[in-house]
T-cell receptor, first 112, second 114 residues
Framework: DQQVKQNSPSLSVQEGRISILNCDYTNSMFDYFLWYKKYPAEGPTFLISISSIKDKNEDGRFTVFLNKSAKHLSLHIVPSQPGDSAVYFCANSGAGSYQLTFGKGTKLSVIP | DAGITQSPRHKVTETGTPVTLRCHQTENHRYMYWYRQDPGHGLRLIHYSYGVKDTDKGEVSDGYSVSRSKTEDFLLTLESATSSQTSVYFC?????????????FGSGTQLSVL
């Protein structure tokens, strides 16, 4: 079973507006939740993370929210910029695990 | 940028031939990983290494083997390539276990098996 689910394969947003990317997970034992960003022909790069003991983490235009009761993670980008157009992967890991489990990704297109 | 080099960047091969992909790092990081990225599947872990000669299987390890004889090099081998192994392969390194923040990826190898 897939432990991390990104149910929206794509999202289009107007420049300057808010982008909201969503992720659901099934395993409550994960300690950290992460978002990675990927441009074409490049490897993924770390964007932002949140510990399971928190419900919000903010870094500039990027904010990640964690709703543990709903097992739901979201990434907010405000304001969205054309350079944010990329594929976004959510991922999670647990203590003692060598592995990150990634979602299938959501392709964000920010329209100028 | 983290010092990770994947080679080759692109490769076309025929079904049944052996293929080796190389990942080289200059960061002296302990952990190294091989992922594959496929449409509709995201990133899936193939194998990982937690030290020289210490490796273990990931989610999709069938048909792949790995070796790590030096800290800086992690090789992924397809013993007999199949069309289902056409994919983009990413190497990653980290020096911290499990939190994820310090997982750095290479630029990828596009492999086509005809």
């Amino acid at each position: 079973d897939q432990q991390v689910k990104q149910n929206s394969p794509s999202l289009s947003v107007q420049e300057g507006r808010i982008s909201i990317l969503n992720c659901d997970y099934t395993n409550s034992m994960f300690d950290y939740f992460l978002w990675y960003k990927k441009y074409p022909a490049e490897g993924p790069t770390f964007l932002i993370s949140i510990s399971s003991i928190k419900d919000k983490n903010e870094d500039g235009r990027f904010t990640v929210f964690l709703n543990k009761s709903a097992k739901h993670l979201s990434l907010h980008i405000v304001p969205s910029q054309p350079g944010d157009s990329a594929v976004y992967f959510c991922a999670n890991s647990g203590a003692g695990s060598y592995q990150l489990t990634f979602g299938k990704g959501t392709k964000l297109s920010v329209i100028p | 940028d983290a010092g990770i080099t994947q080679s080759p960047r692109h490769k076309v091969t025929e079904t049944g031939t052996p293929v080796t992909l190389r990942c080289h790092q200059t960061e002296n990081h302990r952990y190294m990983y091989w992922y594959r990225q496929d449409p509709g599947h995201g990133l899936r872990l193939i194998h990982y290494s937690y030290g020289v000669k210490d490796t273990d299987k990931g989610e999709v390890s069938d048909g792949y083997s790995v070796s790590r004889s030096k800290t800086e090099d992690f090789l992924l081998t397809l013993e007999s390539a199949t069309s289902s192994q056409t994919s983009v392969y990413f190497c990653a390194i980290s020096d911290v276990q499990a939190t994820g923040e310090k997982l750095f990826f290479g630029s990828g190898t596009q492999l086509s098996v005809l």
